[in-house]
């Protein structure tokens, strides 16, 4: 471990030369104008990752590239890791609260800036660094490893899903590695054990022809915003459950050890400071992060309708919409929850009202895996060994709609890990990673592959 932070001290430089190169490719999956650069993108990994020594291939699919790399020398008695990253990023507006421009990284601090620095890019070539000297320190790895790198992630990984079942064989693996989250503190290393699944969905209510005078109207017609409010109203009970018959039919409890296991502690002063608001959603009664990781939640997202400009207009709006969208735990089939939001909504349509409720792409299940897992294991040692302190259990609220479809398809058993923390504003202007966090990012990896390569693979 020593001597390859050795090396990486002696080749920062190149290394970090080499990162800026990497974040410098505006690869923003959702807009159109940046096509080129996803293909440019995708195919500098490529170069990268031949000439460190890995077979490389470039998958097509109807969204952008997705680029795969392996090396199987271990043999069929070792195990096989299959890490994923994403090399695209999210767009940068708005763009004049970025202090410097988003695809020209620069380092401030101990920090380097950019669009993509820790969500994803950050995380992808800390991975391949680690790859890059092991391969260079033994010629070989103790470890079959695959690595997928998406090219839509920020979209939803559409185009990696509808590939999936092709690549079923290519993909096959015994451990997966997502990393695409981080640590709980600087100092405090984490390993995520699950993810919540995730469904979205559109409703829009239908009154009058076109919107209408609320004086000539008003007390004759149903105004559609007080029926999709009045509808909206209905999904919560006033002690913050979700109403709807059936939705927590499938919710199991945590067992006492998996209780035991994660960490639930939570700063409530802390959050109310950087959030500017206590915890106050969610089924009263039950702690903050148990709301937050093994309960379902239903949230609705945004409403549109009648006028909101300047001023006032006595109007009646002929329609109204909301954007919903559920969280699901474990056992929450989401195709049956999409089910039963429909139905409930369907079933309170107040009259002279027409409903229309549209389900959107990028429905996921949520994904758990059990702390005693080999690569669990694995992640938490070289966790623990990097920082000095011992690794955290954690879940996470959010979806990775992709994970439960790469672990099954690759029949693999999957921890999501990373180096990331919130302050390093994924997402927002300003995103940034800790060139100390990228460090110890590569010697976590280098030291699961090594400690992986020790066992063999039964
Ligand atoms: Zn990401």
Same mark, same amino acid.
């Given at each position: 471990?020593?001597?390859?932070?050795?090396?990486?001290?002696?080749?920062?430089?190149?290394?970090?030369?080499?990162?800026?190169?990497?974040?410098?490719?505006?690869?923003?999956?959702?807009?159109?104008?940046?096509?080129?650069?996803?293909?440019?993108?995708?195919?500098?990994?490529?170069?990268?990752l031949q000439a460190i020594g890995m077979h490389v291939e470039r998958w097509k699919s109807s969204q952008h590239p997705i680029v795969f790399a392996s090396h199987l020398e271990a043999g069929p008695d070792k195990p096989t890791l299959l890490l994923y990253?994403?090399?695209?990023?999210?767009?940068?507006?708005?763009?004049?609260?970025?202090?410097?421009?988003?695809?020209?990284?620069?380092?401030?601090?101990?920090?380097?800036?950019?669009?993509?620095?820790?969500?994803?890019?950050?995380q992808c070539f800390y991975a391949i660094q680690a790859i890059k000297m092991l391969l260079q320190r033994d010629g070989t790895l103790p470890i079959n490893l695959k690595m997928v790198i998406d090219g839509g992630e920020e979209v939803g990984s559409s185009?990696?899903?509808?590939?999936?079942?092709?690549?079923?064989?290519?993909?096959?693996?015994?451990?997966?590695?997502?990393?695409?989250?981080?640590?709980?503190?600087?100092?405090?290393?984490?390993?995520?054990?699950?993810?919540?699944?995730?469904?979205?969905?559109?409703?829009?209510?239908?009154?009058?022809?076109?919107?209408?005078?609320?004086?000539?109207?008003?007390?004759?017609?149903?105004?559609?915003?007080?029926?999709?409010?009045?509808?909206?109203?209905?999904?919560?009970?006033?002690?913050?459950?979700?109403?709807?018959?059936?939705?927590?039919?499938d919710v199991a409890d945590l067992s006492s050890q998996e209780r035991q296991q994660l960490d639930f502690s939570f700063d409530t002063e802390a959050y109310r400071s950087e959030f500017g608001v206590l915890p106050y959603g969610g089924e009263k009664g039950?702690?903050?992060?148990?709301?937050?990781?093994?309960?379902?939640?239903?949230?609705?997202?945004?409403?549109?309708?009648?006028?909101?400009?300047?001023?006032?207009?006595?109007?009646?709006?002929?329609?109204?919409?909301?954007?919903?969208?559920?969280?699901?735990?474990?056992?929450?089939?989401?195709? &049956?929850?999409? $089910?039963?939001?429909? @139905?409930?909504?369907? *079933?309170?349509?107040?009259?002279? /009202?027409?409903?229309?409720? %549209?389900?959107?792409?990028?429905?996921?299940?949520?994904?758990?895996?059990?702390?005693?897992?080999?690569?669990?294991?694995?992640?938490?040692?070289?966790?623990?060994?990097?920082?000095?302190?011992?690794?955290?259990?954690?879940?996470?609220?959010?979806?990775?709609?992709?994970?439960?479809?790469?672990?099954?398809?690759?029949?693999?058993?999957?921890?999501?890990?990373?180096?990331?923390?919130?302050?390093?504003?994924?997402?927002?202007?300003?995103? &940034?990673?800790? $060139?100390?966090?990228? @460090?110890?990012?590569? *010697?976590?990896?280098?030291?699961? /592959?090594?400690?992986?390569? %020790?066992?063999?693979?039964?």
């Amino acid at each position: 471990m020593q001597t390859l932070i050795e090396v990486y001290e002696h080749d920062k430089e190149r290394i970090l030369n080499e990162l800026m190169t990497f974040l410098r490719f505006p690869s923003v999956s959702s807009e159109e104008k940046h096509r080129d650069d996803m293909l440019a993108c995708s195919a500098w990994l490529e170069e990268y990752l031949q000439a460190i020594g890995m077979h490389v291939e470039r998958w097509k699919s109807s969204q952008h590239p997705i680029v795969f790399a392996s090396h199987l020398e271990a043999g069929p008695d070792k195990p096989t890791l299959l890490l994923y990253n994403h090399y695209d990023v999210q767009p940068v507006d708005p763009l004049d609260l970025w202090k410097t421009p988003p695809f020209e990284p620069t380092i401030r601090e101990g920090n380097v800036y950019a669009r993509g620095a820790s969500d994803n890019k950050g995380q992808c070539f800390y991975a391949i660094q680690a790859i890059k000297m092991l391969l260079q320190r033994d010629g070989t790895l103790p470890i079959n490893l695959k690595m997928v790198i998406d090219g839509g992630e920020e979209v939803g990984s559409s185009g990696l899903a509808e590939i999936l079942a092709s690549k079923k064989e290519q993909l096959r693996a015994d451990y997966l590695a997502v990393l695409d989250v981080g640590i709980l503190k600087p100092d405090i290393p984490a390993v995520t054990l699950g993810t919540r699944g995730l469904i979205t969905l559109t409703l829009e209510v239908q009154g009058p022809s076109s919107d209408l005078h609320s004086g000539s109207h008003g007390g004759l017609v149903n105004n559609p915003l007080h029926a999709l409010t009045t509808m909206l109203a209905m999904l919560h009970t006033p002690e913050g459950k979700v109403a709807i018959p059936g939705f927590y039919d499938d919710v199991a409890d945590l067992s006492s050890q998996e209780r035991q296991q994660l960490d639930f502690s939570f700063d409530t002063e802390a959050y109310r400071s950087e959030f500017g608001v206590l915890p106050y959603g969610g089924e009263k009664g039950v702690p903050p992060l148990e709301r937050a990781w093994i309960y379902p939640t239903l949230e609705i997202n945004g409403i549109m309708g009648g006028y909101g400009g300047s001023g006032f207009k006595t109007v009646i709006p002929a329609k109204a919409t909301a954007k919903i969208s559920c969280r699901l735990v474990p056992q929450q089939d989401p195709h &049956r929850t999409e $089910l039963l939001v429909k @139905k409930f909504l369907e *079933a309170n349509v107040p009259e002279g /009202i027409t409903a229309t409720i %549209t389900s959107h792409p990028g429905i996921g299940k949520a994904m758990r895996t059990s702390p005693s897992s080999k690569i669990v294991q694995a992640a938490s040692q070289a966790y623990e060994e990097v920082f000095g302190s011992p690794c955290h259990y954690i879940l996470e609220g959010g979806s990775i709609p992709i994970v439960p479809e790469l672990a099954q398809t690759s029949s693999s058993e999957a921890v999501l890990m990373g180096m990331t923390l919130p302050g390093d504003n994924a997402h927002a202007p300003n995103e &940034r990673f800790s $060139l100390n966090r990228f @460090k110890q990012g590569l *010697a976590v990896i280098t030291r699961i /592959i090594d400690l992986l390569g %020790t066992t063999s693979k039964f």
